[in-house]
């Protein structure tokens, strides 16, 4: 576990360093831990292309689901291989793909300072109508981590007719909240856009909702979380667990090994 570890590390130490910390390089694929994928070129429609994969649902446990990632702002879909096929194993399919500019996606010019950029909601739009057509008779989730939060919130208004769920860790409800958090630790954040026009299309969100919040985040708070909740209804669901940013993979590490406790909480909420 050693190099899973040491991952985990890595992966939270650029996230530090730039709002948006793109890598061109794969760290691993998902033959190097021995699961079965499909890589994909999709384009969007303002002519990308995007670098996906697949990863094929454990056939003894497949649950007719598929889960489609919308990563933090650095890295690239590599960083999420052991995420991905642990999921797999637990019989989700797993989607996962580069936003342009990130890994073997197209190039795109990217100004490190910005929180997102909105051009990553049509990245999310493309690989969800292809998504929705490969696998017409499974149930379709986002699961977004961070700034992918504020991607399928952007992208919401063309999506939700084909997407059943979101799971949202590390949910950004404020992009103005945000930026001053981020200035008390002095560290620049620049938004794409008025955080006026990102707020009111979340509040727009009526698909079943799942958000993970960490005890210890002080950038995306539970009680942010909470607030969201408020607003949006039943059809809102959040859970606090203890730890840091983005580290709900590891909670009870020891006892459920990593991602035993995520996935828990994902059954129980489609079970409900």
Known sequence: MKPLILLVFIFFSICRVFAINPDREYIRTPDSVNWQYQELKIPTKDNYVLNTWIYKANEKNDKDTVLILAYPDAGNMSYFVYHSAILANAGYTVVTFDYRGFGKSDDFEIQREYLYYPEFALDLEAVVGFTSKKFADNEIGVWGMSMGTTIISRAYPKIKNQINFIIGEGFVTNPSAIVDRHQKLGKEILLPEASQ???????????????????????????????????????????????????????DYETKGFGGWFIEQIENFLKS
């Open 197 to 251: 026009s990102y707020e009111e299309l979340i509040h727009t969100i009526e698909t079943p909702l799942l958000i993970l919040s960490a005890s210890d985040d002080t950038i995306t708070s539970p009680q942010d979380a909470l607030n969201l909740q408020s607003q949006l209804g039943q059809n809102c669901k959040t859970i606090e667990y203890k730890g840091t940013h983005l580290s709900g993979f590891q909670v």
